[in-house]
């Protein structure tokens, strides 16, 4: 790399994390064979979700946009940056001295505002705000699981349905996911029923007065500040929900490089 370096740029370390992904989908596509570089491509896309700008405004030393834009639209249709996400959060729970696959977690939501751009939106009365929601579950070391993106006037309790619906046979040992008040109701009797897991409301107490800090929740509102760090999540710029979700992958997929990377240098030190 001859260029100066971006703070977003992934180490050697991190690209030796996820450089057999990104070539294996690379080797399976025929016809000419391209002369950019994967790992500037990687860089690229972290820049932009750090940075917020859009595609058009991606600096000339990295790939050109057209090109970067192509491969995170082919890696986002065949589920390259699930499979990385997916890989990377194992091997951190592995590290913390954890099984793999976890057994319990979290659910909350976030209600964000869309652009000009269009596509899927609704009106959140809630929170008074137009837009979409993002419905992440997560471990109890903040890990995204799952991530689900839909109109924001879809109430929660559905919104949820919409998540648990896609986790039923991909986290076979998960029994026990804590969620707030908003999911108490029916859902839990639906949560146990059709998905065979335990859903326990976490509320908060009629006589607390101020902000408290409440069990398990503060983990996933943690995750959203985490996101929070990435410039292209404070809105919803993208036209389809899909892409929304492939963002957050992504956004925790430099996340988890970056944490990957520090505790590789601490066990060499």
């Known amino acids: 790399m001859s260029r100066k370096p971006y703070p977003t740029d992934i180490s050697d370390t991190e690209w030796d994390l996820i450089k057999s992904m990104i070539l294996a989908e690379r080797k399976r596509k025929r016809g000419k064979k391209r002369e950019v570089d994967m790992r500037e491509v990687v860089n690229a896309i972290f820049y932009i979700l750090r940075a917020g700008c859009s595609w058009r405004m991606m600096p000339h030393d990295l790939p050109a946009w057209q090109t970067v ?73 903040g890990l995204i699981l799952m ?85 292209r999540l404070s809105k919803d710029y993208e036209y389809l929900p899909q892409t929304s979700e492939t963002m957050i992958y992504a956004a925790m997929t430099h996340l988890m490089l970056r944490r990957l990377a520090r505790n590789h240098r601490c066990s060499t030190a």
């Open 69 to 141: 834009y192509s491969y995170f639209r082919r890696w986002q249709r065949k589920g390259v940056w699930q499979k990385i996400h997916s890989a990377l959060r194992s091997q951190l729970r592995e590290i913390s001295g954890r099984d793999a696959e976890p057994s319990a977690g979290i659910i909350d939501s976030q209600t964000v505002k869309t652009t000009e751009k269009g596509g899927v939106k609704g009106y959140d009365a809630g929170k008074k705000m137009n837009g979409r929601k993002r419905h992440i579950l997560v471990d109890t070391m």
């Open 147 to 231: 991530v689900v993106v839909h109109a924001a006037s879809i109430q929660d309790r559905d919104g949820a349905k919409l998540l648990f619906n896609k986790i039923y046979h991909v986290f076979p040992k998960l029994h026990l996911i804590w969620a707030d008040a908003g999911y108490a109701g029916s859902l839990v009797d639906w949560v146990k029923y059709f998905i065979g897991c335990g859903l326990e409301i976490v509320k908060r107490c009629d006589l607390t007065k101020g902000f408290k800090i409440l069990p398990r929740r503060w983990v996933v509102e943690r995750t959203f500040a985490w996101l929070g760090r990435y410039r």
